[in-house]
Protein backbone atom coordinates (compact mmCIF):
# COMPACT_ATOMS: atom_id res chain seq x y z
CA UNK A 1 0.00 0.00 0.00
CA UNK A 2 1.15 3.75 -0.96
CA UNK A 3 -0.45 6.74 1.27
CA UNK A 4 -0.36 10.02 -0.28
CA UNK A 5 -1.22 13.72 1.03
CA UNK A 6 -1.32 16.62 -1.19
CA UNK A 7 -1.21 19.98 0.71
CA UNK A 8 -0.52 23.53 -0.89
CA UNK A 9 -4.22 24.49 -2.71
CA UNK A 10 -5.51 27.94 -2.14
CA UNK A 11 -7.33 30.67 -3.51
CA UNK A 12 -5.24 32.84 -6.12
CA UNK A 13 -5.53 35.33 -8.68
CA UNK A 14 -4.97 34.75 -12.26
CA UNK A 15 -1.30 34.89 -13.27
CA UNK A 16 -0.08 33.72 -9.94
CA UNK A 17 1.88 30.70 -9.00
CA UNK A 18 1.13 28.08 -6.60
CA UNK A 19 3.33 24.69 -5.71
CA UNK A 20 1.47 21.58 -4.47
CA UNK A 21 2.92 18.76 -3.08
CA UNK A 22 2.36 15.25 -2.40
CA UNK A 23 4.11 13.73 0.52
CA UNK A 24 4.21 9.68 -0.45
CA UNK A 25 4.82 6.47 2.58
CA UNK A 26 4.06 3.16 2.69
CA UNK A 27 5.53 0.50 0.31
CA UNK A 28 7.22 3.15 -2.26
CA UNK A 29 9.54 2.78 -4.55
CA UNK A 30 11.37 3.96 -7.96
CA UNK A 31 9.44 1.92 -10.20
CA UNK A 32 5.90 3.68 -10.03
CA UNK A 33 4.66 6.61 -12.43
CA UNK A 34 3.68 9.12 -10.07
CA UNK A 35 0.74 11.75 -11.49
CA UNK A 36 -1.48 14.89 -10.90
CA UNK A 37 -4.55 14.79 -11.75
CA UNK A 38 -7.52 17.41 -11.88
CA UNK A 39 -10.93 17.08 -11.79
CA UNK A 40 -12.64 20.62 -12.57
CA UNK A 41 -16.59 21.37 -11.33
CA UNK A 42 -18.64 19.09 -13.67
CA UNK A 43 -16.18 17.64 -15.62
CA UNK A 44 -14.12 14.24 -15.45
CA UNK A 45 -10.73 14.22 -13.83
CA UNK A 46 -8.06 14.39 -15.93
CA UNK A 47 -4.21 13.66 -16.30
CA UNK A 48 -2.45 16.97 -15.58
CA UNK A 49 1.19 16.00 -15.41
CA UNK A 50 3.49 12.62 -14.45
CA UNK A 51 6.87 12.00 -13.53
CA UNK A 52 8.72 8.19 -13.11
CA UNK A 53 10.39 7.82 -10.05
CA UNK A 54 13.31 6.54 -11.01
CA UNK A 55 14.68 8.10 -14.47
CA UNK A 56 12.54 11.87 -14.22
CA UNK A 57 11.12 11.17 -17.40
CA UNK A 58 7.83 13.44 -17.17
CA UNK A 59 4.46 13.95 -19.03
CA UNK A 60 2.34 17.17 -19.73
CA UNK A 61 -1.29 17.52 -20.36
CA UNK A 62 -1.04 19.95 -23.27
CA UNK A 63 -3.22 22.32 -21.50
CA UNK A 64 -0.42 23.07 -19.33
CA UNK A 65 2.89 22.36 -21.10
CA UNK A 66 5.35 25.77 -20.54
CA UNK A 67 3.33 26.86 -17.71
CA UNK A 68 3.56 23.46 -15.08
CA UNK A 69 6.18 21.67 -13.83
CA UNK A 70 6.47 18.23 -12.44
CA UNK A 71 9.40 17.20 -10.00
CA UNK A 72 10.31 14.81 -7.07
CA UNK A 73 12.57 14.92 -4.26
CA UNK A 74 14.23 11.35 -3.67
CA UNK A 75 15.17 12.15 -0.35
CA UNK A 76 11.80 13.27 0.94
CA UNK A 77 9.61 10.64 -0.70
CA UNK A 78 7.61 13.79 -2.17
CA UNK A 79 6.29 15.11 -5.50
CA UNK A 80 5.92 18.46 -6.18
CA UNK A 81 3.30 20.52 -9.38
CA UNK A 82 4.58 24.46 -9.85
CA UNK A 83 1.57 26.10 -11.03
CA UNK A 84 2.75 29.09 -12.94
CA UNK A 85 0.52 31.76 -15.02
CA UNK A 86 -2.11 30.18 -13.40
CA UNK A 87 -5.84 30.52 -15.00
CA UNK A 88 -8.96 30.58 -14.33
CA UNK A 89 -9.66 27.54 -15.94
CA UNK A 90 -7.16 25.66 -13.70
CA UNK A 91 -9.70 25.77 -11.10
CA UNK A 92 -10.13 22.23 -9.66
CA UNK A 93 -9.01 19.70 -6.92
CA UNK A 94 -5.77 18.28 -7.90
CA UNK A 95 -5.11 14.94 -6.90
CA UNK A 96 -1.97 13.31 -6.92
CA UNK A 97 -1.88 9.35 -7.74
CA UNK A 98 0.58 6.63 -8.23
CA UNK A 99 0.84 3.62 -10.07
CA UNK A 100 3.39 0.59 -10.49
CA UNK A 101 5.01 0.77 -13.75
CA UNK A 102 3.68 -2.96 -14.50
CA UNK A 103 -0.13 -1.59 -14.36
CA UNK A 104 -1.49 0.45 -16.56
CA UNK A 105 -4.36 2.21 -14.28
CA UNK A 106 -3.33 4.50 -11.66
CA UNK A 107 -3.86 2.77 -7.87
CA UNK A 108 -3.31 4.78 -5.01
CA UNK A 109 -5.09 8.24 -4.76
CA UNK A 110 -4.83 11.31 -2.55
CA UNK A 111 -7.68 13.06 -0.52
CA UNK A 112 -7.26 16.27 -3.38
CA UNK A 113 -6.42 19.82 -2.38
CA UNK A 114 -8.54 22.76 -3.79
CA UNK A 115 -7.04 25.27 -6.16
CA UNK A 116 -9.28 28.21 -7.23
CA UNK A 117 -7.79 31.07 -9.91
CA UNK A 118 -10.47 33.85 -9.73
CA UNK A 119 -10.05 36.15 -12.68
Known amino acids: QVQLVESGGGLVQAGDSLRLSCAAS????????FGWFRQPPGKERQLVASIVWNNGNTYYADSVKGRFAISRDNAENTMYLQMDSLEPEDTAVYYCAARRLVVTFYEYWGQGTQVTVSS
Open 26 to 33: GRTSSAYW
